[in-house]
């Protein structure tokens, strides 16, 4: 983990790796000043693509009932007092530029004391889009639960008995993701990217598949994300690969943030050339350091 001495905002940094996804709620709704501070927060995220147009309702309303018709007995456990409904219009990354605002603002609320869990719609995202009363042409890759966490011994064991299913009970090892020069050589980072892809391997996934894989190569540093994953389920869920994609660039973007790091990231199209690289992965983006 990164020297505390060295993070110029150690709160940030502190919320990237402490996030974890928590599915039962004091019941006690946030006060009016809190959600205001929420909705705030949904209005000052980065964008990859600035010309989508991004939007997040708030719903305290009906919420269990949501959950119960997108996920049937699933929805039943989780009990948040409300919920974000963040879509995105637009045609140019779509998931992945939603994955990336939506994950800024998740972190940001970790910080807040604010417990989170994402909910997919990906499966069913027309379902989502006609329940909810979107847009026709809104993406939706999932809703955002959140509250305060619920204290009981009984939330704690539900909570851990879901990270145990989906194999989230151990810290991740950099080496799985991580490869220097060549994507026959996993490595540790280089000192000055540690901190970024410690934050970055931290970041939730859908089914916690972590679909992500890094590439350090001529100063660069490559994402992608495998193809295919059958843990994702199949058809349109296979897509939350590119929202997982956004949601793991967010919080490289956080980390060099709360780092005093500059960089930018460059999606990428079928005509940028990158390293050569295994046919299961998918080239997604690069992140250019200052």
Known sequence: ????????????????????????????????????????LAEDVQSLVPANRFTVRLRSDVVRQDLVTLLGAYGRLITPPHALVPYLQGTVHPLTDLGYRVEQVV?????????????????????ARNLLELPADARIGALVVFGRAAE????????????SMVGRTKPPVVERFFFLERVD?????????????????????????QPWRFLWHDNCLTLF???????????????????????????IT?????????????????????????????????????
């Open 152 to 163: 009981t011994a009984g939330g704690r064991a539900l909570d851990g008995l879901v990270r």
């Open 107 to 127: 972190v940001r609320l970790t910080a807040l004391g604010i417990a989170t869990c994402y909910i997919g719609t990906l499966p069913h995202e027309e379902q």
């Open 185 to 209: 050589h996993p490595a540790q980072p280089p000192t000055q990217l540690r901190p970024l892809i410690e934050a970055a391997i931290r970041a939730p996934s859908a089914c916690n598949v």
């Open 1 to 40: 983990m990164a020297n505390p001495t060295d993070v110029r905002d150690p709160s940030l940094y502190r919320a990237i790796m402490a996030r974890r996804s928590v599915r039962r709620y004091d019941a006690q709704p946030l006060d009016e000043a809190t959600l205001e501070q929420v909705l705030a």
């Open 254 to 290: 956080l980390a060099m943030e709360a780092l005093g790091m500059y960089g930018r990231w460059q999606l990428l199209y079928d005509d940028v050339v990158v390293p050569p690289y295994p046919p299961a992965w998918l080239p997604l983006a690069q992140l250019i350091l200052a």
């Open 225 to 251: 994300v495998l193809r295919h994953n059958p843990r994702y389920g199949p058809g349109a869920a296979q897509q939350y690969n590119l929202y997982d994609g956004g949601i793991v660039m967010a919080n």
